[in-house]
């Protein structure tokens, strides 16, 4: 059998850029962008966020829109039937229920962004507190959270309207006084778990201040949590909000909000219908569109779920 003769001109050599060799196959993202990506593709969550963004449209320009002021009584055109004047139609004072309807979604989303705001801000920094610090503090502070909360929150309602006045703030301030709880026992929770992290201890040795190991990397580190709670809390908000209204707690004259309405268009139920069937219709698609926001952001920055 004849050998092959193989020479060094019969073999080329392979070359290769380093650089090249080292590049992964995939686009390399952050967390924050890649909980975006995976956002977007919720088209439920997608939904909400347009639901919202109409219903805040509407809340600031539905009253322009409508023609007529939602103040404005006619006793010649009580309860009349949604039409091309009317579209929401009136109620039994001759009012716009489409401007009324769109003035009340002013005072409902504002008391809930409100109270979920200042929600967001005493329970983060309470429970981050509680949770970084441990021992005694933490003790001490989650002890004066159960006590708040095993608070009658109808009793606190109603001491407030006596000494404050029946008003938004009132609601607000009701809301509050235990509504940070449910956000402050996931941050601590969260916290508890961050404090014994490698880069929190680096930052420790290097000599950062708790101020600073808090603010710059523990709370931040706790934002997906946090978002998911918040989107969660303004619902809540909103439903408190009509839930008090209901029982004649709510706003005062000539204010309305949608839970307000409900009220008072309960007595006239079985002869016009349309009455509650509006505020109570948007009560129900912003809390459906907060609660799928939740749901999206939920499994948006869930680690487990990233590519």
């Known amino acids: 059998m004849e050998k092959l003769q193989l020479s060094n001109e019969d073999f080329q050599p392979l070359h290769i850029d380093q650089t090249e060799s080292e590049k992964i196959a995939g686009e390399s993202t952050s967390y924050w962008k890649d909980a975006w990506r995976r956002f977007r593709k919720n088209k439920l969550a997608i939904a909400g966020i347009v639901i919202l963004l109409l219903l805040g449209f509407m809340a600031i320009f539905g009253e322009s829109i409508s023609g007529h002021n939602y103040r404005d009584t006619d006793l010649m055109s009580t309860n009349l039937e949604p039409s091309s004047e009317h579209w929401f139609g009136t109620d039994n004072l001759g009012r ?96 508890l778990q961050l404090r014994s992290e490698e880069y929190v201890l680096a930052s420790r040795s290097l000599g950062a201040s708790n101020m600073r190991l808090l603010f710059k990397h523990l709370i931040p580190n706790t934002l997906g949590p ?61 809390m459906l569109a907060f609660n799928v926001i939740g749901d999206g952001l939920r499994d948006a920055l869930d680690p487990k779920e990233r590519k």
């Open 226 to 286: 946090i978002l998911v709670t918040l989107t969660l809390t303004v619902p809540n908000a909103i439903f408190t909000e009509a839930f008090l209204s209901f029982l004649g707690l709510g706003v005062p004259a000539p204010h309305s909000s949608w839970g307000v309405m409900t009220s008072e268009a309960l007595s006239a139920l079985k002869h016009y219908p349309y009455q509650l069937f509006f505020p109570a219709f948007f009560i129900c698609l912003t």
């Open 96 to 191: 716009d229920i489409f401007a009324r309807t769109w003035d009340g979604a002013k005072i409902s989303l504002f008391i809930g962004l409100m109270a979920a705001f200042l929600d967001l801000i005493i329970g983060v920094i309470w429970g981050a507190i509680a949770g970084y610090f441990g021992g005694k503090v933490d003790e001490y502070m989650m002890r004066i959270a159960d006590i708040l909360y095993g608070l009658p929150y109808l009793l606190v309602v109603i001491l407030l309207m006596v000494v404050m006045g029946q008003g938004i703030w009132t609601m607000i301030i009701a809301m509050v006084i235990t509504g940070w709880i449910n956000m402050a026992r996931i941050v601590r929770g969260q916290v």
